[in-house]
């Protein structure tokens, strides 16, 4: 069974203060492992998507990496609308059929940005 | 691109109704969706995965016949909560995909359904 474990549960940072989220996976052959923000109230807002060990993607102050066992997400210099529950989904390659696309969720960390 | 429209984004209703949600892929053509419930401060669990044409492949413990699904066209699914109870009460999500490899899904911005 595919699982995604997350921590920090919650992480409170000052503005500027830069730091990282940890999504821990075990799956049955990685197809790709996928960061979403999700805002109170709101459905997840994809950030991006990673393949293989080694890789790595950015957006403004985000970066995530991959390895063979978990992926960060770092943070640079965050800013108070960087708030959000950051969500981590593994999508396994054995994944075919009726079952196509489907994505296991960790349980997120809800950061907090203090200006 | 990629916008996932959800309708209702808030229901309240009383116990014994049906109640239907609409999840719409606004500028693509979604082969495949899926659909969500998420508890306050859990994550989402995937409740069935919907495919154009065919019938919903439901997750293990969901009652197929409680939560109606039907994909009818690529752009249009449908949940409906069959004679709801407060124990359905919760935040249901959607989200669409084309069933290309490694496609991300875009997720609509959920339904709170409250039954009284």
């Known amino acids: 069974e595919d699982q995604v474990t997350q921590s920090p549960e919650a992480l409170r940072l000052q503005e500027g203060e830069s730091s990282s989220l940890n999504c821990s996976y075990t799956v049955s052959g990685l197809r790709g492992l996928f960061w979403y923000r999700q805002d109170p109230g709101k459905g997840p807002e994809f950030l991006f998507t990673l393949y293989s060990a080694g890789e790595e993607k950015e957006k403004e102050r985000l970066k995530a990496t991959l390895t063979k066992k978990e992926s960060f997400l770092h943070i640079t210099a965050p800013k108070p609308e960087d708030s959000a529950t950051y969500l981590c989904?593994?999508?396994?390659?054995?994944?075919?059929?009726?079952?196509?696309?489907?994505?296991?969720f960790g349980q997120g960390t809800i950061l907090t940005v203090h200006p | 691109g990629a916008v996932v429209s959800q309708h209702p984004s808030w229901v309240i209703c009383k116990s014994g109704t049906s109640v239907k949600i609409e999840c719409r892929s606004l500028?693509?053509?979604?082969?495949?969706m899926f659909w969500y419930r998420q508890f306050p401060k859990q994550s989402l669990m995937l409740m069935a995965t919907?495919?154009?044409?065919?019938?919903?492949?439901?997750e293990q413990g969901v009652e197929k016949d409680k939560f109606l699904i039907n994909h009818a066209s690529l752009t249009l699914s449908t949940l409906t909560v069959t004679s709801a109870h407060p124990e359905d009460s919760s935040f249901y999500i959607c989200?669409?995909?084309?069933?290309?490899?490694?496609?991300?899904?875009?997720f609509g911005d959920g339904t709170r359904l409250s039954i009284l």
């Open positions: 989904a593994v999508q396994a390659r054995g994944a075919g059929g009726t079952s196509y696309g489907k994505l296991t």
């Open positions: 989200s669409a995909s084309l069933q290309v490899l490694n496609q991300p899904q875009h």
């Open positions: 500028d693509f053509q979604a082969t495949t």
């Open positions: 919907s495919n154009e044409g065919s019938k919903a492949t439901y």
